[in-house]
């Protein structure tokens, strides 16, 4: 079987209340793992902002981002000088005015891809995400570097089988998750490990679809949110090959042979096997939320 490899580099920090200084570093962090020859480098859920949604009433209008804008510019250089694709997530203010939450791609000759607005939007204590961010309202979106195809989805869509589903049957060929997520100061975890819960529902992901699922999360504290950091890349068969550490900025790179996902996905045959026809009830509107 020949072999498809492909380095993928992830940037995880904390985030300070200072945009430019929060933007300089991350620079930098993108910058070391291009220079270990990372081909596709994804930066955390809103990587140069504070994590805003954990408050309401928070003024954003200094967070605001256009596309094209101040990160694709800066970061342009970096993909053209070193042929790497970056995903960048930011707060997209559109032209139409609405407010995303938003991954914009640069190819590796520093041009900016269609972007992918984050479709699920939470809206619990200390993640008030619908009163800041409309739902995505351009479906789900592939990019490409070369001759790979990959998927991004954020932060809460990690948690909905659904979206990983679309993004194989669309043709990735390995998914992106920026995100933004960790424990409340005070808050009793009765249900569990939510870490362990949220490594293991993308782990699941790729095993279901055979394919790799790379995760980037922010680390540090931020009011009362304490962000997990471990970022981690997981391979087809859902085994961790990287996991970056708890507590600290860092820059990871990692490789995937992505020639595994075919074989794993004909030993699995998930796909082989689906029934759509049994599946009615995933689209029907009428069912009742909770």
């Known amino acids: 079987m020949k072999k498809k490899l492909v380095k993928v580099g992830l940037v995880q920090s904390s985030v300070s209340n200072n945009l430019e200084l929060n933007l300089k570093k991350t620079l930098k962090m993108v910058e070391s793992v291009a ?6 480098i994804c930066l955390q859920e809103l990587y140069k902002t504070p994590y805003f949604p ?6 954003v ?13 800066a970061f ?32 590796e000759k520093g041009e900016v891809q269609p972007s992918y607005r984050k479709l699920h939007i939470p809206h619990d204590p200390s993640f008030y995400e619908k009163d800041y961010f409309a739902e995505g309202d351009n479906g789900y979106q592939l990019f490409k570097h070369k001759d790979i195809t990959f998927a991004v989805l954020i932060c809460f869509d ?5 979206a990983a589903r679309m993004a194989k049957l669309s043709g990735a060929e390995m998914i992106f998750y920026p995100t933004a997520i960790g424990t409340i100061k005070g808050e009793e975890q009765i249900e569990g490990d939510w870490h362990n ?15 790799p699922v790379i995760a980037v ?13 471990q970022s981690f890349v997981s391979d087809a068969f859902g085994k961790i090959l990287k996991r970056a550490s708890k507590g600290k900025d860092e820059a990871v790179v990692a ?13 699995w045959g998930f796909l082989r096997n689906r029934r759509p026809d049994t599946y009615n009830l995933i689209v029907d509107k009428n069912i009742k939320k909770k």
């Open 54 to 59: 954990n408050k309401k009433g928070v003024k």
């Open 61 to 73: 209008e200094t967070f605001l981002e256009t596309i094209p804008g101040i990160s694709t510019e």
């Open 217 to 229: 999360n922010r680390t540090g504290t931020e009011g009362q949110s304490l962000f997990w950091g």
């Open 35 to 40: 220079k270990k020859d990372a081909e596709i």
């Open 76 to 107: 342009r250089s970096i993909s053209k000088k070193y042929g790497c694709s970056i995903i960048l997530p930011i707060y997209e203010k559109s032209k139409s005015g609405k407010l995303f939450n938003t991954v914009v791609v640069l190819n």
């Open 158 to 162: 990690q948690w909905f089988p659904e």
């Open 197 to 211: 819960a949220w490594e293991t529902i993308m782990r699941g992901h790729a095993i279901a679809n055979s394919l």
């Open 255 to 267: 490789t995937l042979d992505l020639a595994m996902n075919e074989y794993i996905g004909e030993s």
